[in-house]
C-alpha cells in the first residue's frame, strides 16, 4: 500500500543545474498537485493536474515545469535552480469520488547551493 | 483571494493541558476546511475535516467545529501528550473549482513539555 511515493528524499543542487522530483501514486487518483513549504508560509501550490495530459499552474509556478503523461507520474521540473528554491517539496493526490480528502508524500528537502 | 490565518506559535504546553490553535478563512466560496499535521520528518497526515456549517471533525481527541459565521475551524484538544508535538497547519478547499488543491495557513508549532 505505497500511496503516494516520492523520490529523492533529500537532494543538494548547485546554482544552474536540472532536475526532476518524482511523485507516483497508486491509488489511481485523477487529481495531482506539487506545493512547497517554507519556514513561515505554510504549503503553497506550485503546479497542479486534474487527469493525465492537463496540468495547470497554481500559485507559485515560475521556475518549474510538469507533466502528466500517466494517472501514476507527476514529475516536477527544476530548469535552472535558483537559491530561492531552496524548500521542501510535497507531491500529493485526490480521486474524484473520494471527496476533498487530499494525500501527501512524505516530501523531498531540496537545498540549492 | 483565499486566505487561512492560524494563531503563531510555537505553543508549548505541558502535558495533559487543553489545547486550542485558532483558525480563521477567507473564501470566495463555501469551502471545506482542513487540519493536517506533520510529525518532525515526516509528511502531511490529514488529521480531521469539516465540509459544512456547524459541522465537527474529531481524530485522535482532537476536535474542530466549522463555524460560517465567524469564518473559524479552530483546533482543540482536552489533554494534549507529548506525542501529539508537531506542526498543525489549517487549510481550506473549494470544491467544484476543478482544481483540488489546498489553501494552508503557516502552521503553527505545537511542543508538550513531560
Known amino acids: 500500500n505505497a500511496g503516494v511515493t516520492q523520490t529523492p528524499k533529500f537532494q543538494v543542487l548547485k546554482t544552474g543545474q536540472s532536475m526532476t522530483l518524482q511523485c507516483a501514486q497508486d491509488?489511481?487518483?485523477?487529481?495531482m498537485s506539487w506545493y512547497r513549504q517554507d519556514p513561515g508560509m505554510g504549503l503553497r501550490l506550485i503546479h497542479y493536474?486534474?487527469?493525465?495530459?492537463?496540468?495547470d499552474q497554481g500559485e507559485v509556478p515560475n521556475g518549474y515545469n510538469v507533466s502528466r503523461s500517466t494517472t501514476e507520474d507527476f514529475p516536477l521540473r527544476l530548469l535552472s535552480a535558483a537559491p530561492s528554491q531552496t524548500s521542501v517539496y510535497f507531491c500529493?493526490?485526490?480521486?474524484?469520488?473520494?471527496?476533498?480528502?487530499?494525500?501527501f508524500g512524505e516530501g523531498s528537502w531540496l537545498t540549492v547551493v | 483571494g483565499d486566505s487561512v490565518t492560524q494563531m503563531e506559535g510555537p505553543v508549548t504546553l505541558s502535558e495533559e493541558a487543553f489545547l486550542t490553535i485558532n483558525c480563521t478563512y477567507t473564501?470566495?466560496?463555501?469551502?471545506?476546511l482542513f487540519w493536517y499535521v506533520q510529525y518532525p520528518g515526516e509528511g502531511l497526515q490529514l488529521l480531521l475535516k469539516?465540509?459544512?456549517?456547524?459541522d465537527k471533525g474529531s481524530n485522535k481527541g482532537f476536535e474542530a467545529t466549522y463555524r460560517k459565521e465567524t469564518t473559524s475551524f479552530h483546533l482543540e484538544k482536552g489533554s494534549v501528550q507529548v506525542s501529539d508535538s508537531a506542526v498543525y497547519f489549517c487549510?481550506?478547499?473549494?470544491?467544484?473549482?476543478?482544481?483540488?488543491?489546498?489553501?494552508f495557513g503557516s502552521g503553527t508549532r505545537l511542543q508538550v513539555q513531560p
Open positions: 500529493a493526490s485526490s480521486y474524484e469520488k473520494g471527496g476533498d480528502t487530499i494525500y
Open positions: 487549510a481550506l478547499s473549494l470544491p467544484n473549482t476543478g482544481r483540488r488543491a489546498l489553501t
Open positions: 469539516a465540509t459544512k456549517a456547524d
Open positions: 491509488m489511481n487518483h485523477e487529481y
Open positions: 493536474s486534474v487527469g493525465a495530459g492537463i496540468t
Open positions: 473564501a470566495t466560496g463555501y469551502p471545506s
